[in-house]
């Protein structure tokens, strides 16, 4: 690099032109905190609107910091797994215990909340409704301890209500983004869905009325002697489970015996209300989710560029006959402060991108491209030696040595290993007990510690242990894993005749983990499995959304339920039979041996609440807990069925859906092309023919392949890949989602709007 | 018209140019038959190849007429509804009968092969894997008969095994196209849902693994007391079962029970299994559907072209300096022989849509929209007046009159007549047997009554009873069925003591079926409902392919387990307890009742492949006849399951998601925006301002409220509405739901292939 990199180094032009710290003033601190903090917020697609006064920037760089994030997720786990501690608990602590912790989460929220407030304008903080919301569940939460607090203290019978609102804690802090977009994706799904659900719900009470009138009278019974068919509210309920085909054939089955005419009635009623309903509630959803979330990722968009042209006035230069620029030792300076773990090289090459031309600056068009350029991921690769190779090579580069290596990377090579796998897979199929098996084990753990050790002498170290390297990595701890958990077992079970259950657990499951392992050599398999595990991180938002969903339900249901079903560990007590609750004497639900599917604590409740989403039984589980409680008791399990299962998981499938379609339709994006062709234009690039498969991400075999110490093809030492199909953050994921969609002005400078105060897209709480 | 109508008086002014039948020739009855032919194919996107030769054409005409294709779709279903009557039999017929039936179907469609052999080229029809197809099934079903006959003669015990190729005939009948394509993209998608498919199979086979490991030893028993996991084989198929959730929280229960880590294990085996996996296989079948099926009508509009293109060269005149062109005469004649229905009226607007320039003849651009044209549905409306407006004038415009009027078309109407639909749900659940409730009955069809002859006093009853006034039809036959089915009701019981149940049955069913109209009113609902009438005649397609393959395996199960299990009307009956089988003592499916779902005969297999596709219980139901057969029978129900529920039924999802978005997307296509512009430059459109929802087709209430006899805004008696939403056919939805994402080059004249042999696509049979 023979250009120059230190700021003070660059003489000023002209005089600032009105734009906050203009001109081509020597840069201050201040105006690299305030340029990193545009930036950044552009790169991670955050929409704060803070101060920009030098301390409320210092105090915005603290708390977009990681370890404060870190921390608040800390509390927030902590203050929801207090319901394992509390009453009805899995592990009861003293009231005061988890009083004392919650007090201080709350203090640690009200630290962060007070920092935000000192970071953005007074003004923009009481009108974003997620502080308000935050600012009333503090205090909510503190007037609900206080009341149980003095109500246990007095010994009367409290409900700790306010832990209804801890999950919304998640939805409603800062770094909530993508679970604040998911619920208004229900929000805004929710009007169009409400018709059809309207008229779902009328043709539910049509077919009912007929029912009623087709069946009531005709004095069939089901298979437990009860009335058939009698009761309109009865038949609505049980035609609603229809829906969801959990009664399938048993609620058919008297009127199907009395004719078969009956049968017609209910292909008929299923054909209409399971199929095409149904899928017109997936339609609905699917279409509803799509295009909102194309208006917000416009909106993103737009806003990431206001931020990146606001980070471009603070940093600009004038210069004759150009307009404003940005020079490379500024830019420099930025790109260090945004993300300090990026190499010198990786810097290098994202300048050379920017500036075509090697001008030495950069306008505003060149500029803006840089968060987006930092949410590409460029691995560099560095070609190194083998250090067997720098200790002793005349050993190394020996005839046998190569042909080892030829062989190890051999195809031949990954084949017998797969055919070990499956040999070894029918040897744990088979009885453990026949000691001929058991010792067989620890051939197959020689062999395969063997392979690891031929790789490692085969390929570099360091890249082999890269961190992309996800199947590498894997399979050495699974080794390494099954290697320690055998040799205790077996010490374990030498040492006296008493066996662990737990290790030979874990060594069960590790053995079988050895197998997953054959999915790596099948091409077809590897591109099915990357495409899962890019959309991935997307998936986990889900998995937010679905926590919230079910904690709340998981505390109304266990103040509802909780100790109405009990169950017993000691089969010998008779109160078994029917889960400690007379009134569930003769009940399916007693006798399909339910007992454990209860609300008495929080664990239960969870796995009670996941049975309630696969949907099978689900009639079975809500009529045992009417029975014990009352009939309304139904309502809230058919409140679940419809907000989980017909809009959750409705929305979860039309996610998957058209992540998978871009995945398969889109190409990379223009900004990819022009880095990965920069990549090729300096010889940097990996051999492009590995990579002439679009889906599967060979980056891991290329890994290896190019790094071999024996094979030194390439002349450069120092080699980039584009990991074009990982994205750093799910808002890269969406945005590329629907990059083809949005329209190109969006794209378009915005010079007028620049250094007036550009309003940043408002998101309101959930 | 002052143009010229017959085809003799145009002179001839230049000589043929090689075109078949060119030139400017006075055209021949033959030149008609042939062009119209090519229009007529390409309207209806009929893709054959037939003999130019006159006597080829007039075969083919034959061929085309609706006449032997009503007969061909009689024998088929008369060929598939032997079944009925064969052993198995719901009523059994003897052998020679439905013999004799069955060769009479095949001599039909023996006579139909030879009709469209004669048809196209010798060389085609043997190149058409459809044509062979059914003549190797009527030579097999041949050889069958036979055979079966033999054995049957000599006492043996004979397998009629062809009945699993009849329905191949409905998919190989040249009239069979959407079948075809809808085959054709479940066997597109196949390859890539085979991969999926097989990652899916090892994930379960690895589950399966860990679960024999973790579970297997510890003991448990499921409630029946059997041993839990300690078989492979079963663990494989139990938690198959629990992918399609059937099974879910009872294979859960034991290890459950024993400690709840295992839930753990059971979720996230739901969780990769149910819900990543079944995503992906909606996902893989819906990309695969859209991007072949795109393919296909693409290749549908090019054929459709090339035919436009043919036609063209038959009628073409050369004109000076305009190049071939053909006038309005002949363009009438062809369109008279193409659509012998089409209003006078009708065939003036589309002239004028083609000759835009009143020029008095079109080119080739204008004439091959025409099939395009021909398939947009154009409502003609004729402004009639009131026949009582006629016959006494005074007494119809007299104030009370005018008055009536007014009220009736009031929105106040509407809304009282749907309180009174309400008031009557509620009188019908009550109960009939209360004197005053079902004296109420003759109220409200009074009321309804009144209505219908209010509304026919009102409106112009021939518009009031037009094609599309669905409501009006459906209203009025309801009342008046309900009206007879009422009055024979209440004469039967009061001549006796004697109530038939089967004329009470349907006096309910009409009672309940009057509410439906409720619908009609919401406009929301009727958007929806509207969407759904719309993408009915697609689900047909979806409906034969179910019927094909539940007649494939109804075939199947009748031979593999007819007369296993019996259902026995007489509840006395000991062997009622275990459906006469001994086997199934004590089995679910016998505690469960399931008697009468067996396959004993095609109505009952039908409604239990009907209930193995709804999933639920499906477990039980494989399971029972696994045994009184054998374990191997499970291989069957899971073969269904893979076919009906993981490839049909997702296509089936993809395809009404699709249509969906095609219909909340897709605005009118450019053909019918310039009908529609003619029909507003003749100023003889219907009001525009009652059509501005974009979804609601509001064709009823138009034509009713533009129809009262009372209103004369209008200056023209005779208007046109298009009926944009309505698919003359399936292909044209299909088209319509591609049209945008189609190269234009498509559209392109393709002048270079127009005389020379284009070949049509084939499409190879299923």
């Known amino acids: 690099m023979s250009e120059p990199e230190k700021i003070e180094h660059i003489p000023d032009e002209s005089a600032g032109k009105g734009i906050p710290n203009g001109g081509n003033a020597a840069k201050t601190k201040e105006d690299f905190d305030l340029a990193s903090i545009y930036v950044s917020d552009a790169q991670y697609n955050r929409n704060i609107y803070f101060d920009t006064s030098p301390q409320a920037v210092r105090l915005y760089l603290r708390y977009n910091h990681w370890i404060p994030q870190v921390l608040l997720y800390f509390f927030i786990l902590l203050d929801l797994s207090l319901a394992i501690f509390e009453e009805p608990a899995v592990l009861l602590l003293p ?13 640690a929220f009200t630290i962060r909340i007070v920092h935000y407030a000192k970071v953005i304008p007074r003004d923009k903080f009481w009108k974003d409704p997620k502080n308000i919301c935050i600012i009333v569940i503090i205090l909510l939460t503190l007037v609900d301890m206080i009341i149980y607090g003095a109500l246990k203290a007095t010994n009367c019978y409290g409900v700790r209500w306010s832990r209804v609102l801890r999950p919304l804690l998640l939805v409603n802090v800062t770094e909530g983004r993508q679970l ?18 309207l008229l779902f719900m009328f043709s539910l009470l049509i077919f009912s009325l007929m029912a009623l009138k087709l069946l009531g009278k005709r004095g069939l019974t089901t298979i437990d002697g009860s009335p058939y068919f009698t009761n309109y509210l009865e038949i609505v309920f049980d035609l609603y489970v229809l829906v969801t085909t959990a009664n399938s054939p048993d609620v058919m089955m008297p009127a199907y015996n009395a004719s078969f005419y009956f049968a017609i009635f209910f292909i008929l009623y299923i054909l209409i209300n399971t199929y095409i309903f149904m899928s017109v509630f997936l339609a609905v959803v699917y279409n509803n989710y799509k295009y909102h979330l194309k208006e917000e990722v416009r909106q993103l968009v737009r806003s990431k560029r206001h931020k990146m042209v606001r980070a471009f006035a603070v940093l600009q230069d004038q210069r004759e006959g150009e307009g404003p620029v940005v020079n490379q030792a500024n830019w420099n300076q930025l790109v260090r402060l945004v993300q300090p773990d990026i190499s010198n090289a990786h810097r290098e090459l994202l300048w050379s991108v920017c500036d075509d031309n090697n001008k030495g600056y950069i306008g505003k068009v060149a500029f803006v491209q840089l968060a987006d350029l930092l949410n590409i991921e460029v691995i560099t690769l560095k070609s190194r030696p083998h250090p067997l190779n720098s200790l002793c090579p005349n050993l190394y580069q020996s005839a046998p040595s190569r042909l080892l290596c030829y062989l190890v990377q051999h195809r031949a090579f990954v084949i017998v290993y797969d055919l070990i796998i499956l040999v070894n897979a029918v040897f744990i ?18 062999l395969y510690l063997l392979e690891i050790l031929l790789k490692l ?28 958990a055998t040799i205790i077992n077996s010490s374990v079970t030498t040492a006296g005749s008493y066996t662990s259950r737990q290790v030979l657990d874990i060594v069960f499951i590790l053995r079988v983990l050895r197998l997953i392992r054959v999915v790596d050599s099948i ?7 990357n495409t899962l595990i890019r959309i991935g991180p997307a998936i986990l938002t889900f998995g937010q959304l679905i926590i919230v969903v079910y904690y709340i339900f998981a ?21 078994k039979a029917y889960c400690g609750n007379a009134l569930l ?43 014990v409680t009352h009939v309304s008791a139904k309502l809230f399990f058919v409140l679940f069925h419809i907000i989980v299962v017909i809009i959750i998981i409705n929305i979860f499938v039309a996610f998957v859906l058209e992540a998978f379609f871009v995945e398969y339709s889109l190409d990379k994006s223009d900004l990819q092309t022009s880095l990965e062709k920069k990549i090729g234009e300096l010889e940097l690039a990996v051999a492009q023919e590995t990579m002439e498969d679009n889906l599967v991400n060979a980056m891991e075999t290329i890994d290896n392949d190019q790094q071999t110490g024996q094979s030194s093809k390439k002349t450069s030492a120092l080699m980039f890949k584009i990991a074009s199909k990982r994205y750093r953050t799910v808002d890269a994921l969406l945005q590329r989602m629907f990059e083809f969609d949005l329209d190109p002005e969006d794209f378009a400078e915005n010079d007028d709007q620049t250094n007036g ?6 998101f309101s709480a959930a």
């Open 429 to 446: 199929g088979l009885d453990e007990t026949n000691p001929l098996i058991a010792n067989s084990e620890w051939a197959f753990l020689a």
């Open 95 to 107: 009231i005061w215990a988890t009083m004392l912790v919650e007090l201080l989460c709350l203090l």
């Open 555 to 575: 505390m109304v249901g266990m103040e509802l339920f909780k100790g109405k079903v009990n169950f017993y560990e000691d089969s010998s007590d008779p109160a």
């Open 757 to 762: 105060n550009f309003t940043n897209p408002t």
């Open 523 to 529: 091409k077809r398999f590897r591109t099915i499995i």
């Open 457 to 484: 002498y085969v390929f570099e170290p360091r890249a082999f242990f890269s961190r992309h390297s996800f199947w590498n990595w894997f399979d050495t701890i699974i080794v390494i894993s099954a290697l320690i």
């Open 180 to 197: 604040r977009r998911a619920f208004r994706s229900i929000r805004n799904a929710l009007p169009q869905i409400f018709y059809v659900f």
């Open 585 to 627: 004497k003769g009940t399916t639900f007693a006798q399909l041996n339910y007992c454990r599917n209860n609300f008495n604590n929080v664990v239960s409740s969870f796995i009670l609440l996941v049975e309630l989403t696969v949907v099978n039984q689900w009639h079975v589980l809500s009529s045992g807990f009417a029975t």
